[in-house]
């Protein structure tokens, strides 16, 4: 019903910038919420960022201050700007979309080298 296209993953050094985007296309008629969730090897899937319908914003404590989540509701995307980038924010970085159920995005990589 709700397909995700994620783009802007990469690998940058560490203090980089980076800018992911999503964009959600099928059936979109009241998206609840968009987000970012993450992944590292050997971990569990943490969330990152994440808005709501009423642009409501929610971070993770280990991004605050650097990473900065907004949408572009006529295009149905949502972006994640990654400022001062770490190791430690090295993962797989899924979309998400929230309408009556929660969609995934298949995930792009994000490698900060040190």
């Known amino acids: 019903q709700v397909q995700l296209v994620e783009s802007g993953g990469g690998l940058v050094q560490d203090g980089g910038s980076l800018r992911l985007s999503c964009v959600a296309s099928g059936t979109i008629f009241a998206i609840a919420a968009m987000g970012w969730y993450r992944q590292a090897p050997g971990k569990q899937r943490e969330l990152v960022a994440t808005?709501?319908?009423?642009?409501?914003?929610n971070y993770s404590d280990s991004v605050k201050g650097r990473f900065t989540i907004s949408r572009d509701t006529a295009k149905n995307t949502v972006y994640l700007q990654m400022n001062s980038l770490k190791p430690e924010d090295t993962a797989v970085y899924y979309c998400?979309?929230?309408?009556?159920?929660?969609?995934w995005g298949q995930g792009t990589q994000v490698t900060v080298s040190s």
């Open positions: 998400y979309v929230k309408q009556i159920v929660a969609y």
């Open positions: 808005v709501t319908s009423a642009r409501t914003t």
